[in-house]
T-cell receptor
Framework: KAGVTQTPRYLIKTRGQQVTLSCSPI?????VSWYQQTPGQGLQFLFEYFSETQRNKGNFPGRFSGRQFSNSRSEMNVSTLELGDSALYLCASGRGSENTEAFFGQGTRLTVV | AQTVTQSQPEMSVQEAETVTLSCTYD???????LFWYKQPPSRQMILVIRQEAYKQQNATENRFSVNFQKAAKSFSLKISDSQLGDTAMYFC?????????????FGQGTTLQVKP
């Protein structure tokens, strides 16, 4: 059974640009959550999608957005990139209606220059 | 609001010995789950062990076990017979079982080094 797949693994962008990250959950899982990991702030919850609907959102500016497709794959978009957006972005997969555990992908390392 | 605290930023242990990582949490919820995740240098977040709050029995996975003290809101991880491959950052995490959204709240992490 394939795990959680995140693409790309590494990304370098310039301030002001936008970026889209992708996450494919474990087959059969319908929930996808996104986290930002930085040395200073640690792991912070961005948002969670289930059945193409955002169910929960963390405390991030509106520049951070996401969506989920009918096949449960999810994308996260960050617009008008800032240097502080440099981070490891992790995606987690869950079964869905009753999430009791989360399985993570390898993450996307975003560097904003 | 729920919080998770890991008070040990760094720890080290000799290979084959036992080490315990500490975690405390704060919540008013009665239905929740607690986790320990391992993040090696590859950055892959790996689920080590999971505890359901309504279960009194401490969870165990091979060399990994927890000491879940619900009244004290404490959830420590014991690693027995430490191996070099256990070197990683370990995160304690909380999930509210009532919300069903899968949102995890993480502690700041403990870096564990296993020495040969």
């Amino acid at each position: 059974k394939a795990g959680v797949t995140q693409t790309p693994r590494y990304l370098i962008k310039t301030r002001g640009q936008q970026v889209t990250l992708s996450c494919s959950p474990i087959s059969g899982h319908r929930s996808v959550s996104w986290y930002q990991q930085t040395p200073g702030q640690g792991l912070q919850f961005l948002f969670e999608y289930f059945s193409e609907t955002q169910r929960n959102k963390g405390n991030f500016p509106g520049r951070f957005s996401g969506r989920q497709f009918s096949n449960s794959r999810s994308e996260m978009n960050v617009s008008t990139l800032e240097l502080g957006d440099s981070a490891l972005y992790l995606c987690a997969s869950g079964r869905g209606s009753e999430n009791t555990e989360a399985f993570f992908g390898q993450g996307t390392r975003l560097t904003v220059v | 609001a729920q919080t998770v605290t890991q008070s040990q930023p760094e720890m080290s242990v000799q290979e084959a010995e036992t080490v315990t990582l500490s975690c405390t949490y704060d919540t008013s919820e009665s239905n929740y789950y607690l986790f320990w995740y391992k993040q090696p240098p590859s950055r892959q977040m790996i689920l080590v062990i999971r505890q359901e709050a309504y279960k009194q029995q401490n969870a165990t996975e091979n060399r990994f076990s927890v000491n879940f003290q619900k009244a004290a809101k404490s959830f420590s991880l014991k690693i027995s017979d430490s191996q070099l491959g256990d070197t990683a950052m370990y995160f304690c995490a909380f999930m509210n079982g009532s919300s069903n959204t899968g949102k995890l709240i993480f502690g700041q992490g403990t870096t564990l080094q296993v020495k040969p």
